[in-house]
């Protein structure tokens, strides 16, 4: 079963983030990933397969800086485990990043759409729908909300 973390506030997110799905990891996990949004608008995705620690290792010490992110472990239903499934997951243009827990129905449906409009798909998941469903309605001129 996944488990997902968010937070917004004053401090580094990335260690409340990797503290927060280190408390997750009794759920159950096939792989990682963290999104941290840093000054300026820029936003640093890191994931891995395996184990929360295999994403500790590959940050090298290293912490996006920001102080507000999300985070995820991940329960595969769709796709393999691996690093290109793990969330967080992009739109295109990398402005649309999201981290997801369920499934999507009809996502082979939403896919073939997007597929045709000309977006791209880094993963097998049926999560990335989401981000090129959310970057279309973007680009048609329509918020967030
Ligand atoms: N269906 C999504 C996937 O396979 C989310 C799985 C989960 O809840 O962790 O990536």
Request: glycine share 14%; hydrophobic share 35%; aromatic share 6%.
């Amino acid at each position: 079963m996944c488990g997902i973390v968010g937070y917004v506030g004053s401090r580094m997110a990335a260690s409340i983030l990797l503290d927060g799905l280190a408390h997750l990891e009794y759920r159950g996990y096939d792989s990682a990933g963290i999104a941290v949004a840093g000054s300026g608008g820029s936003v640093t995705v890191r994931k891995a397969a395996g184990k929360l620690s295999a994403l500790v290792e590959s940050l090298n010490g290293e912490l996006p800086v920001g102080s507000s992110g999300i985070g995820h472990t991940r329960w595969a239903t769709h796709g393999r485990p691996t690093f290109e499934n793990a969330h967080p997951h992009t739109d295109c243009a990398g402005n649309v990043i999201i981290v997801h827990n369920g499934i999507v129905e009809n996502y082979l449906e939403l896919k073939k759409e997007l597929l045709d409009s000309g977006h791209t798909f880094e993963s097998e998941t049926d999560t990335e729908v989401m981000s090129h469903l959310i970057e279309l309605h973007l680009a048609e001129g329509e918020n967030f909300e």
